[in-house]
């Protein structure tokens, strides 16, 4: 059986606490998109971690972490990932890396940082990994596949030689910067290829073979759903699709075989990098919420930038699993808020004078003032409860309505961040 482990927001939802947990009873876990410009944080019986490739499940001995044809593949950042897990004491994660991943290479970081400071004030809050040159070389049929480092060493070279002719016009006539040597772009590769070597697989036939014999199967998205480049806040957005359907592809999976979908939803809002942002708040309310927020402040586990901090947005969050499909949704960092005497919660949009419930494209979103509905607040501590009818009668009731607001069942509540943190509904 396959399930989706997705966000419903703009990330940082928690997605990877939720897939740490369902990863006990997986056989595979599976990214598949993005790369390692958005960190998933982790805090179980080895620590605290914040993993940028490797799946949220390689905390387990008996799963196997597989890195899909979709994702953005920073081959050194892999490796490195992989020794910093076994040097605090985590057994080495079985990795497979499909063969049809393609590379995220230097000069593709280089692109990114120059591209953003040449836009200055109109950046688009990019974290410079090189996400958005990656996916614009690989969609533009001049990046480069695993596969082909094993491959003809003739025609790779021919290649190296003709993308570089192409990425030297901008390095040297747009950003003013030293152009590209094939030949160390010819030699990174090679090197990259001896990295590699050791986890290289045919995923799509082995996932194959694992469908047929009854495996359980994660798919584990990274960022959410209103960063899609095509569902999301474009322009505002990351480089590939957040949504669970693109789970059947960037893994190589029939989309039919994906029977579940757990949609990750944080129970106030926040969200790094730039865009329309309607129940954001500012100044010292802003400020407290973000003290207080996630696993010990509201901060990117990537870049360390504070996260822009909003109530509960029912208006994108409903839109937000309805993109996904979500059969069901994590409703996480509930404990944060037990210190605020009421909840508001963003029921509609007002856009032109006229109040709207329903998620619009960008231009009316930049519009949009949030209509607001306010429940009581709880007013204690909530960590350490197991038993959802043994949460304060608001605390429920602020749950509930959520779940109303969204139309989509909220099976398992967080009430911290560790992974035993959490109430089945």
């Given at each position: 059986m396959v399930r989706a482990i997705v966000g419903a927001n703009w990330g940082d939802e928690g997605k990877g606490k939720i897939t740490d947990m369902l990863a006990k009873e997986s056989d595979i876990v599976i990214r598949f998109q993005g790369g390692s410009n958005a960190g998933h944080t982790i805090i179980n019986h080895y620590g605290k971690f914040a993993l940028h490739l490797l799946p949220s499940g390689v905390f387990y001995r008996h799963t196997t972490s597989i890195i899909g044809n979709g994702v953005a593949l920073n081959i050194p950042y892999l490796l490195n990932e992989i020794q910093e897990l076994e040097k605090e004491g985590v057994p080495t994660p079985k990795v497979l890396v499909s063969d049809r991943a393609q590379l995220l290479m230097p000069y593709h970081i280089l692109l990114d940082t120059y591209e953003e400071a040449r836009l200055a004030g109109k950046s688009f809050g990019s974290t410079k990994s090189g996400i958005a040159p990656f996916y614009s070389d690989k969609y533009a049929k001049i990046g480069f596949q695993v596969s082909e480092l094993f491959g003809d060493e003739k025609e790779l070279r021919e290649k190296v030689a003709r993308v570089c002719e192409m990425k030297n016009v901008l390095f040297e006539h747009l950003y003013h910067q030293p152009g590209l040597k094939p030949e160390e772009v010819y030699q990174t590769l090679i090197f990259y290829r001896e990295m590699v070597r050791p986890y290289v697989c045919d995923v799509s036939a082995y996932l194959?073979?694992?469908l047929r014999a009854g495996k359980n199967i994660l798919l584990e998205g990274q960022l959410g759903s209103l960063k899609d480049p095509d569902h999301g806040i474009y322009p505002m957005v990351t480089?590939?699709?957040?949504?669970?359907?693109?789970?059947?592809?960037?893994?190589?999976?029939?989309?039919?075989?994906?029977k579940q979908i757990t949609a990750v939803v944080k129970a106030y809002s926040s969200s790094v990098g730039a865009g329309a942002f309607?129940?954001?708040?500012?100044?010292?309310?802003?400020?407290?919420?973000?003290?207080?927020?996630?696993?010990?402040?509201?901060?990117?586990?990537?870049?360390?930038?504070?996260?822009?901090?909003?109530?509960?947005?029912?208006?994108a969050t409903r839109y937000g699993c309805r993109i996904q499909g979500a059969t069901e949704v994590v409703l996480t960092v509930v404990d944060v808020l037990g210190y605020l005497d009421e909840l508001p919660i963003c029921v509609g949009y007002e856009i032109d004078g006229l109040v709207s419930s329903d998620f619009p494209t960008t231009a009316q979103l930049e519009k949009a003032k949030p209509v607001y509905e306010r429940l009581p607040g709880w007013k204690c501590e909530i960590r350490g409860i197991r038993k959802y009818e043994e949460l304060p009668e608001n605390c429920r009731r602020y749950i509930e309505r959520i779940e109303e607001l969204i139309g989509v069942p909220i099976s398992m509540v967080s009430n911290g961040p560790g992974r035993d943190e959490i109430i089945y509904r």
């Open positions: 194959y073979e694992a480089s590939s699709s957040t949504l669970a359907a693109y789970g059947a592809i960037g893994a190589g999976i029939p989309p039919y075989e994906i309607v129940s954001e708040i500012f100044g010292d309310e802003a400020d407290e919420l973000r003290k207080r927020g996630g696993d010990g402040g509201e901060f990117g586990a990537t870049t360390g930038r504070p996260r822009r901090m909003g109530w509960f947005d029912a208006v």
